[in-house]
């Protein structure tokens, strides 16, 4: 026999059916479905990653909090020289802190890059300090 003359057994036909019927209805089914449930979905899209976030945070509440303490502590030395601190500190304490950076830099060593920095600070430290007594 031909392909075309081939005769198909009953539970064929019921997969064939099924094959061509119900998949484009099923795929059609689903996206109505999507849309028609938009809302909850972003909804858990959004709360599930929260929940497990507010979990892991409670459970590791000790390690976040020293993680927090030292990125608190690096803001503080990132703010101890900025060009606000050089503007509101007072005369003494910028005499103090600049023997300070000053020591550093002696120390500093093979530490190229450190090096430079602090002799950057010191000469951010002179410049104030020349610009105050010209005052």
């Given amino acids: 026999m031909?392909?075309?003359t081939k005769k198909v057994t009953p539970e064929e036909s019921t997969e064939l059916d099924q094959n061509v019927e119900f998949v484009p209805e099923t795929k059609k089914g689903f996206l109505v479905w999507i849309k028609a449930h938009k809302p909850q979905l972003i909804m858990i899209g959004i709360s599930i990653p929260t929940i497990i976030a507010v979990v892991?945070?409670?459970?590791?509440?000790v390690a976040i909090q020293c993680l927090w303490d030292k990125l608190?502590?690096?803001l503080k030395k990132?703010?101890?020289?900025?060009?606000?601190w050089f503007e509101t500190v007072s005369d003494?304490?910028?005499?103090?802190?600049?023997e300070k950076v000053r020591l550093a830099?002696?120390?500093?060593?093979?530490n190229f890059s450190e090096a430079n920095w602090l002799e950057n600070l010191l000469r951010r430290f002179d410049k104030e300090m020349s610009k105050r007594a010209c005052l």
């Fill in 56 to 61: 892991l945070g409670l459970k590791n509440k």
């Fill in 105 to 110: 830099y002696c120390s500093s060593g093979d």
């Fill in 92 to 98: 003494e304490l910028l005499s103090t802190e600049r």
């Fill in 78 to 84: 990132a703010d101890l020289y900025s060009p606000k």
């Fill in 72 to 74: 608190s502590e690096e």
């Fill in 2 to 4: 031909s392909e075309s």
